[in-house]
RNA sequence: GCGAGAGUGGCGGAAUUGGCAGACGCACCGGCCUUAGGAGCCGGCGGUCGAACAGACUGUGGGGGUUCAAGUCCCCCCUCUCGCACCA
């Protein structure tokens, strides 16, 4: 076999793979379970994007690769379908969901995923919009309201005008809605909240433990967002309190005035009668105005006087309260103690309005007065009473709190970025939010045995903007009985985010067999956690943290005793098309199914691996699909009985053997350390060896096939077969290296004369200094450069390098 | 602004601990084979000087430093990508 047809060649194994169930595992009797997994794709009408591809092939290797070495690997798919993706595309083309969904998802699995050489478990696979499967994403939603992990609660939502829902703060990018991009508006709405700040400490912490990429453990470490200080409680002349948060007790004594944002809800009550309408206008400003411009720190400040004084509670001065947008409501306390000296906002807004500003940390000599910047840094306490002299930041914080505390007044806190997840959604593609509302008895879940609440088929799916679901119009579905007193009742109708049901599949794969249950007992203790995760960084506070708080949930109810999801997880690179992004609107997006069709999905796959480092993503080039079809038909040439006889004596050679036991070694790391492009490259250069020195064994051969397989897995079979294997190569084992061949008698020593290259001499290793010099100084190459010096210095680098340093 | 990562031939990219820069591939050039080639095989390929597959110099964003030796370590600067961003 020299020029293999790839359409040919992999249908045969696709149906081969599918008769023969290789890639399925029997969940109850593996030995070395290994559960790889993969994002479940939303099947879009689109189709299969490469970037999905692309991550599959990196997870599938993985996969194939621990297969090849022992372990029975659980690799399934399913598809997330539910949600704002899918609906929004439905109500673009004036598709239903529920007609064009399923199609989608046939289309994904059998003329693309199918297609690919992935090794899948397609006995297991789950679809999120499938009454079995969303019957249990409601019975997380109801296990979690029992543990008192939701709640509803009105309060201040991103609003989403364009998809008419609410977002969870997690789905809005620099103030955009994450799907369709429309700005995001505030609203004040009554919304169900999972209490994700609960395990906001040890979402936190547990990320030290984990095996994950770092950036994916430094995206959620600054979305948590940890910040410690104290709440320090200020009196308001009129004899309200408030409290404030800060990360600076220590300079309590230079706070010398209060800012509230606009929209804290004791403004009203403080505000001065004279200053009313001014105010009522700066308010009105601020709530006109996007997040984003609020959070623009390179705006100028602004803000307006209340009229209103607050005691400093330090030193009992009166100081003036302001107004001002560069406090948000959503963050601390809204708001602020203000210190001028020590903070650059608040400096800034002092100098504008001619407020006092007084240093009580004394900076460093040197640093620039505090009449020109703020000083933020540590320093020696100063104008600070009976705390004068104190180190800031360490004692003097400390000492101020607990004197203060001993008032009530202070205490140490820590405090969250991170927010509750609002899960509710105003739209109809969802599974719907299993509770219902009885005047009687209050707020009922429902009850297990009455799951699923099945989401009613609607001709009119169009979410309305009037802050309900499409599901409130359906009295059908929205009048319903009271499970506890058997009295009318309605429903809840939003349906819950879509990021619910992408939270727990994992869970859901080893047990779909069980209609009974979300996960079985034992196939959970036996499969989960998640051995290994692939999957694009993009989900970093999304889908993973949900799914990590989901877990802890779980965990603390008592339904799993792990409390971590993913032992590992791996963030992938992403891919660009000739250095640009790829977008419907440039027109450069790849279909891969163009180039499975003409070149096969090995040839695919492998450049795919081949174009660039995994984990940091590549560049896809249109030759490359070629180039790297020509190279598996070298390979076949080169390995195949069907190109020419192949020897049944063991290779022989130090060379031979020298190249292939270290290249079956770097093809193992390699893949280990997901650097599929070198493991490739290390797979050419056996296989140039092999061409270019004639060498054709059945055992060359094996090799060769067996570390190509987890990148080319058809092509790998076909070859397999021809060798004469009866069993899938899968079923055989990942070659061993032998150190004893990676010994080499002879080593090629650089000879430097001041650090720069002069001359290569070939000598025996583990020779000794006097030995090497014996044979180096002599020569011609070195004398050249070394004659008539002063020899001032030899470094030698074992079996690698000498240097000569003269003068 | 803060945090992280990156910057290497015409191009994609290698270089795990400081030790031969440019592996592997694309493109290109030369040769062989061919009725033909978007096929295959052999060879070349960072730059400058040079008749040269002789040799030398130079070369990993820019500048400085440490070292026998720097793409790799340290300091300063520039550019790009990503994440967070008036978070008190």
């Known amino acids: 076999m020299a020029k293999y047809n790839p359409v040919k060649v992999e249908a ?76 929004n595309f439905a109500l673009k083309t004036g598709r239903h969901p529920a007609r064009m969904v399923p199609k989608n998802i046939v289309h994904f699995r059998e003329d693309q995923l199918k297609k690919m050489g992935l090794g899948l478990d397609w006995d297991h696979q789950v679809d999120t919009t499938s009454s079995d499967y969303y019957r249990w994403t409601q019975w997380m939603f109801v296990t979690l309201y029992k543990n008192g992990f939701a709640h509803k609660a009105k309060g201040q939502v991103n609003w989403c005008p364009g998809c008419k829902t609410v977002l969870a703060k997690e789905q809005v990018i620099e103030d955009k809605c994450e799907r369709c991009s429309s700005v995001v508006e505030k609203r004040d709405m009554e919304q169900w909240y999972f209490k994700t700040t609960a395990f906001a400490e040890e979402l936190l912490t547990k990320l030290d433990d984990l095996d994950w990429s770092e950036r994916t453990k430094l995206a959620q470490r600054a979305w948590i967002g940890k910040s410690e200080g104290a709440d320090v409680v200020f009196k308001l002349e009129n004899g309200e309190e408030v409290t404030v948060f800060t990360t600076r007790p220590d300079t309590l004594f230079g706070a010398t005035y209060m800012v509230f944002s606009p929209e804290h809800p004791l403004l009203d009550a403080i505000t001065a009668p004279e200053r009313e309408e001014e105010l009522g206008k700066y308010r009105t400003e601020a709530r006109a105005m996007s997040d984003a411009d609020l959070g623009n720190d390179k705006r100028e400040k602004t803000g307006v006087f209340t009229g209103a004084y607050a005691i400093n509670p330090a030193n009992g001065k009166r100081i003036p309260v302001w107004a001002a947008d560069y406090v948000l409501m959503g963050y601390g306390t809204g708001a602020i103690m203000a210190v001028p000296a020590h903070d650059e906002r608040d400096f800034e807004f002092a100098k504008k309005f001619g407020l006092e500003i007084v240093e009580v940390v004394t900076p460093p000599p040197g640093t620039p007065g505090v009449g020109e910047t703020a000083y933020a840094g540590d320093g020696f306490l100063a104008n600070s009473g009976p705390f004068d002299g104190l180190p800031a930041k360490t004692e003097g914080a400390r000492r101020i709190v607990e004197t203060l505390a001993a008032k009530g007044a202070a205490k140490f806190v820590t405090r969250y970025r991170l927010r509750d997840w609002c899960v509710s959604r105003q739209r109809y593609w969802g599974p719907p939010i299993p509770i219902i509302y009885c005047d009687k008895c209050g707020v009922v879940p429902v009850p297990e045995k009455d799951l699923p609440v099945e989401l009613p088929f609607m001709e009119d799916f169009r979410p309305d903007g009037s802050g309900h679901s499409p599901l409130h119009g359906n009295e059908e579905f929205y009048r319903t009985t009271c499970p506890e007193c058997g009295g009318p009742a309605v429903r809840e109708t939003d349906v819950s985010d879509n990021f619910l049901c992408s939270a727990w599949y994992f869970y859901r794969y080893p047990s779909t067999d069980f209609d009974d249950r979300p996960f079985d007992p034992a196939r959970t203790k036996k499969w989960l956690p998640v051995d290994l995760y692939v999957g694009g960084n993009e989900h970093a506070v999304l889908h993973l943290l949900y799914s990590r708080w989901l877990c802890k949930a779980l965990h603390k109810a008592g339904h799993i005793d792990f409390d971590e999801p993913y032992k590992k997880f791996v963030a992938h690179g992403i891919i660009v098309k000739d250095g640009a992004k790829m977008s419907k609107s440039k027109g450069n997006i790849i279909n891969p199914d163009d180039y499975v069709n003409e070149f096969g999905a090995d040839a695919f796959r492998v450049y795919l691996m081949f174009m660039g480092a995994y984990l940091e993503g590549g560049d896809f080039r249109d030759g490359g699909v070629k180039a790297m079809k020509s190279f598996l038909d070298r390979l076949a040439t080169a ?57 054709r064994s059945r055992e060359v051969s094996s090799v060769i096939i067996r570390l190509i397989s987890p990148f080319a897995p058809h092509l790998a079979e076909e070859l397999w077969e021809e060798l004469g294997n009866r069993e899938s190569v899968f079923k055989s084992s990942w070659p061993e290296h032998k150190e004893e061949h990676l010994a080499r008698p002879e080593v090629e020593y650089v000879v430097q004369v001041n650090g720069k290259l002069r001359d290569r001499v070939n000598l025996a290793v583990g020779l000794s200094n006097e030995e090497i010099d014996e044979k180096v100084m002599n020569s011609p190459a070195v004398l050249k450069w070394i004659e008539g010096k002063e020899l001032v210095k030899k470094i030698y680098v074992p079996d690698k390098l000498i240097n000569l340093v003269v003068k």
């Open 639 to 695: 390995v195949s009985p069907g190109a020419g006889p192949l020897s049944d004596e063991p290779p022989t050679g130090s060379a031979l053997l020298y190249v292939l036991h270290s290249t079956i070694k770097a093809v193992g790391s390699d893949i280990d350390r997901f650097s599929y492009n070198t493991a490739i490259s290390r797979i050419m250069e056996l296989v140039n060896h092999a061409t270019k020195n004639k060498i």
């Open 12 to 87: 045969k194994w696709r149906e081969i793979w599918e008769k023969n169930k290789t890639d399925s595992v029997d969940l109850d009797k593996a030995k070395k379970p290994f559960y790889n997994l993969m994002m479940f794709p939303y099947p879009s009408a689109e189709g299969l994007h490469v970037g999905n591809v692309f991550a599959f092939v990196g997870s599938d290797i993985q996969g194939r690769h621990k297969r090849l070495l022992g372990y029975d690997v659980f690799e399934p798919m399913g598809f997330d379908a539910f949600g704002m993706h899918s609906e």
